[in-house]
């Protein structure tokens, strides 16, 4: 499989709200990172119960905007929500073979842009 197959196969499972599927495409050495709020996991297992324990009103839909990858790297870019909690994360994928062997993954939400610089910006809708 190319990079973006791996990735895309990925975010299918992730559509399908299985984690252990998703958590298969992992190599079993496999780091994913979450920059903005410090944290790593070591295992495929420990991501797939962390998406299984994460509280949620409802099922997760997975909106993919993009996706660019060469032969050993994919970026995704993914709109996640719950129904009534919202993000926006941007996946760096790097891929060995058919497995993810790191993925980092910068989760945003959403604010108020300052108002100092009003006149000097065009509004856009804000990621969720």
């Known amino acids: 499989m190319t990079p973006r197959e791996v990735v895309e196969s990925f975010w299918e499972a992730m559509r399908a709200n299985d984690w252990d599927a998703a958590a298969r495409h992992f190599a079993t050495d496999a780091v994913i990172e979450w920059p903005c709020t410090g ?20 099922r997760w839909s997975f909106d993919l905007h993009r996706l660019i990858a060469d032969e050993s790297t994919a ?14 994360v941007v996946a760096i994928t790097e891929v060995e073979g058919d497995e993810i062997v790191r993925q980092t ?24």
């Open 105 to 128: 993954e910068y989760w945003t939400v959403a604010y108020e842009p300052a108002d100092w610089r009003a006149d000097l910006v065009e509004r856009i809708e804000p990621v969720p």
């Open 39 to 58: 944290e790593r996991m070591r295992s495929p297992a420990a991501w797939a119960e962390l998406q299984a324990r994460y509280p949620a009103a409802g």
């Open 75 to 88: 970026v995704s870019e993914c709109t996640v929500t719950d129904g009534e909690q919202s993000a926006r």
